[in-house]
């Protein structure tokens, strides 16, 4: 067996500064990966699923890893000037701990001059409505709709007869991730996915079918949320 090369040793040292990096900045890492809000907004306005690979710089700047990217400061400087003009309405579809203790407090923190939770859609219909609360309680926005079925959000509209929401952030169990990814895209919605895609490759290529042909029919966005390979700890590992 031949050992893999190394670009230096990860010494006991440097693993507890890895160690304390987690420990001191456990909500900035949270906060890191919740910033990519910033850039799936700046997306939507324009349209442009070229500017999804500037996350990364976005992400290691919000880490506190010198950005690497010039694309990050025209992904911000367009997110700000859109979201001035409109905000994107967001519906939360699955309530749970993840959506409750991570994505809507990142929301809350650092996106809601870009985002508008609209909606909040969960088959426990106890889950929307702690979710609900927490959202009229962060005195950041009014309180959104609450369903229990997504068909029925997605057919929602307002007295105007505007749609509720222009996009979602599905935080489903992953076996439900193709079935409501492709109901969503089908009603022209943009689409934040929680990771992982799916579980089989054919739904994998199913979601990401459906996503081609939504973005061609209504230029809708599609963007995965992907993130760990970015956390302090990670990069320490990484630079060693």
């Not at 996350?55 to 700047?61: N, S």
């Not at 599905?170 to 579980?199: D, N, S, T, W």
């Not at 079918?209 to 939504?214: I, K």
Request: hydrophobic share 45%.
């Amino acid at each position: 067996m031949h050992e893999l090369p190394m670009r230096g040793a990860c010494t006991h040292a440097s693993l507890q500064v890895c160690k304390k990096t987690r420990d001191d900045a456990w909500s900035a890492r949270a906060a890191s990966f919740y910033r990519v809000y910033y850039v799936l907004v700046a997306s939507i306005h324009e349209r442009a699923v070229s500017m999804l690979p500037a996350v990364a710089a976005h992400l290691c700047t919000s880490a506190g890893v010198p950005s690497y990217s010039p694309a990050l400061l025209a992904v911000q400087t367009a997110a700000t000037a859109n979201a001035a003009e409109k905000k994107v309405r967001l519906a939360m579809i699955g309530c749970g701990q993840i959506c409750q203790t991570s994505h809507w407090p990142g929301i809350a923190a650092h996106a809601h001059p870009y985002i508008e939770v609209t909606a909040v859609v969960d088959t426990l219909r106890d889950n929307a409505l702690a979710l609900a609360d927490l959202i009229e309680e962060s005195q950041v926005q009014t309180r959104p709709a609450v369903f229990t079925d997504v068909e029925a959000a997605l057919a929602a509209v307002k007295e105007s007869g505007e749609v509720l929401f222009d996009a979602v952030d599905i935080m489903l169990p992953h076996h439900l991730h193709r079935p409501v990814a492709e109901q969503c895209f089908a009603a022209g919605r943009h689409v934040c996915l929680e990771k992982p895609m799916a579980h089989e490759l054919e739904d994998a290529e199913a979601i990401l079918s459906a996503a081609d042909t939504a973005a061609k029919t209504h230029g809708t966005v599609f963007f995965m949320a992907e993130q760990s390979q970015f956390w302090p700890e990670v990069l320490c590992a990484k630079a060693h």
